[in-house]
């Protein structure tokens, strides 16, 4: 069959052809590789695969159906998340107008999560719930003739059913068991997409070509505000790992790879043996490395080891920096365990990154505050800072749908992908200008002092380096001031604001 893959348009900000820098940097940086494996599967077993990542080349969802028009499909399938469901569905309508015959098959977190909700939508045939390796497989076999959609587990659609207003029912298949012998997948079709489409947010921008790599599934933990909570840690064996890592070097020329793991550092036995293989091979000259880290799985010995292997960054989810927040949130952290692990990355140089948000049910304004301080008193060189969501599936909602009314209010019913950056629930006490105001003063109090642009100038080595530094003023106009451009006066007033009127730039700024 000829089957085409989609990464669905993110909004109505790329329908009309521009995009703000958030969505520029934040969410077309890395490749969609749940989308990568099943199309390598598909591949396998002899089925002629396109894949569109219609977010990264910056399509609407007119040129996104063109595409799969001109490619004369068989059958379609595109993966969602909560944030971009309101583009798919725009996107499933139009297909289905201009190929009514061709199956629609929806994927990923959205509909696993939310089934009945997201097939009310009569544009999709199937929906295949979790992952989707094998389930695609057996999907296409029902449409080659070959199988009854009733025997493929893991999936739901509609039947017939007079006895309800809509006239149909959700039938659900028995559940998929979760794949756990993932060393059998073929690496991701990277192939299908275009070369070098993704870029890395400036400040992430080590060395290029910069690949993704997934070296486990699920997470173990059950934060509040996540939709992968506790949704079963699975691994790769090291040898695989560093074989998609050989893989990547050899025939794409990868210089930098971002592990994007939910969590990468999930224990530390795991992490020792995939550095002690990247070290017998002798690759870790070859590329450098991020990845994603636990406070309290981390130590020094550890993050030694990840920078001699390669590792330039770790990244940490501390969220807040209030303990009462992180309570609450269950992460089961203190600021305690952050400041050590941060510092011992710092230490060793791995240049520490963490994610903030604000916007938390407990949150106040001056736990906000606390957050804020607490971030700039400890050694971290960057930060992402997003908006607190409440997304379907999470252990918050659950908390929302029991006792809302005692944290606070929704005041913008959106899941789309400016959720993250627009207020949508904001705490009692707080409006959401608030929220927008903090949010925005987070990353000037954090940026605009002179310990992170010193940590910052001595990473400059090159012309190269600091052009990505002028690259990075559009994101940082935004996020600092929602504007699209920085100016001096811009950085001038928040300097002030920041150190008291009288303070002045330094000269060489003037």
Not at 68 to 94: N, P
Request: proline content about 6%; aromatic content about 10%.
């Amino acid at each position: 069959m000829r089957i085409v893959l989609i990464n669905p348009p993110i909004d109505s900000v790329i329908e009309n052809g521009n995009a703000n820098p958030v969505t520029q940097y934040l969410f077309y940086n890395s490749a969609p590789l749940g989308i990568l494996y099943i199309a390598s599967m598909l591949e396998q077993e002899g089925h002629v695969v396109s894949v569109i990542d219609a977010a990264a080349e910056l399509l609407n969802v007119e040129k996104t159906v063109q595409r799969v028009v001109d490619f004369e499909a068989d059958l379609v399938g595109v993966g969602s998340f909560t944030v971009t469901f309101e583009t798919t569905k725009k996107l499933g309508f139009l297909l289905k107008e201009k190929l009514p015959t061709i199956p629609l098959i929806l994927g990923s977190y959205h509909v696993t999560l939310v089934p009945h909700e997201a097939m009310s939508h009569e544009c999709f045939d199937v929906g295949v719930l979790g992952e989707g390796e094998h389930t695609m497989l057996e999907v296409v076999e029902h449409y080659e003739g070959k199988r009854e959609l009733s025997n493929v587990q893991g999936i739901c659609y509609r039947v017939p059913d007079e006895s309800v207003p809509v006239g149909w029912s959700l039938h659900m298949t028995p559940k998929r068991a979760k794949f756990k012998k993932l060393d059998e997948l073929p690496f991701p079709a990277r192939h299908l997409l275009p070369p070098n489409i993704y870029r890395p947010i400036p400040v992430d921008d080590h060395a290029f070509p910069k690949f993704a790599m997934v070296t486990s599934r699920g997470c173990p933990h059950a934060c509040a505000f996540c939709q992968k909570s506790k949704s079963g840690y699975r691994s790769h064996s090291p040898e695989y790992i560093v074989d998609e890592i050989e893989h990547l070097i050899r025939d794409f020329g990868v210089k930098d790879i971002a592990f994007v793991d939910s969590l990468f550092c999930a224990n530390k036995k795991r992490v020792h043996a995939i550095c002690d293989e990247i070290l017998r091979r002798g690759l870790q000259d070859k590329f450098s490395w991020t990845c994603s880290s636990r406070v309290e799985v981390v130590d020094k010995p550890l993050l030694r080891k990840m920078k001699d292997a390669g590792c330039w960054r770790t990244r940490f989810g501390i969220e807040s920096g209030h303990d009462d927040v992180l309570d609450f949130i269950s992460k089961g952290i203190t600021q305690q365990k952050i400041k050590e692990a941060i510092t011992a990355a710092d230490e060793v140089g791995l240049r520490p990154k963490a994610f903030f948000m604000v916007g938390h049910m407990p949150d106040t304004k001056e736990r906000i505050l606390e957050t804020i301080n607490f971030a700039k008193s400890i050694p971290l060189h960057d930060v992402t800072v997003q908006i607190n969501t409440l997304l379907p599936e999470t252990p918050q909602l659950e908390i929302w749908n029991r006792e809302g009314y005692k944290w606070g209010r929704v005041v913008n019913q959106t899941t789309d992908e400016k959720s993250f950056w627009e207020p949508t629930f904001v705490p009692w006490g707080l409006e959401a200008e608030d929220i927008i105001e903090l949010h925005r003063r987070f990353y000037r109090e954090f940026y605009l002092r002179p310990i992170t642009i010193k940590r910052h100038a001595q990473g400059i080595k090159t012309w190269r380096d600091l052009f990505k530094y002028v690259e990075a003023t559009t994101l940082f106009s935004f996020l600092f001031f929602d504007q699209e451009r920085l100016s001096p006066s811009m950085i001038k007033r928040a300097i002030k604001d920041r150190f008291g009127k009288k303070a002045g730039l330094p000269k060489a700024a003037k």
